[in-house]
């Protein structure tokens, strides 16, 4: 199993479930059986316990996130940055055997790859200053 392909596809699940304002058992029952991923190559434990972890935690989790935005509101923030950032901020406050600076890097790759061309350094300065 690939815990990059893990947190990318639970990144995805968690923007859909803000644009579909689903909870997460749903969500993942419609990913596992609509999806073209090979289920064999991602951990669903992992991505049950992280959506699960984010929808239990949503209030320390955002008020942690917006803790660290300077002049922003997380209401300002794309759906796709935020829900990068919520996964690695519930990384970083409730996995323990998770680095920080892995969480970080994670981030980084995810925004480099679906965020816009600011989102890298953006989702960067915020982690950071959590670890």
């Given at each position: 199993?690939?815990?990059?392909?893990?947190?990318?596809?639970?990144?995805?699940?968690?923007?859909?479930?803000?644009?579909?304002?689903?909870?997460?058992?749903?969500i993942?029952?419609?990913?596992?059986?609509?999806?073209?991923?090979?289920?064999?190559?991602?951990?669903?434990?992992?991505?049950t316990?992280?959506?699960?972890?984010?929808?239990?935690?949503?209030?320390?989790?955002?008020?942690?996130?917006?803790?660290?935005?300077?002049?922003?509101?997380?209401?300002?923030?794309?759906?796709?940055?935020?829900?990068?950032?919520?996964?690695?901020?519930?990384?970083?406050?409730?996995?323990?055997?998770?680095?920080?600076?892995?969480?970080?890097?994670?981030?980084?790759?995810?925004?480099k790859?679906?965020?816009?061309?600011?989102s890298?350094?953006?989702?960067?300065?915020?982690?950071?200053?959590?670890?």
């Open positions: 199993m690939n815990r990059r392909k893990s947190r990318e596809a639970a990144m995805k699940l968690l923007f859909e479930m803000s644009i579909n304002k689903e909870k997460y058992e749903e993942i029952e419609n990913f596992k059986e609509n999806t073209d991923v090979n289920l064999v190559d991602i951990d669903m434990e992992y991505i316990k992280v959506l699960a972890g984010i929808q239990e935690n949503a209030k320390e989790i955002d008020e942690n996130i917006e803790k660290h935005l300077i002049k922003w509101k997380l209401v300002r923030l794309s759906k796709m940055n935020l829900a990068i950032l919520r996964i690695c901020t519930y990384e970083i406050l409730f996995e323990e055997e998770i680095p920080g600076k892995v969480s970080v890097n994670e981030g980084i790759e995810l925004a790859i679906y965020g816009e061309d600011s890298p350094a953006f989702i960067n300065g915020i982690l950071a200053k959590m670890i």
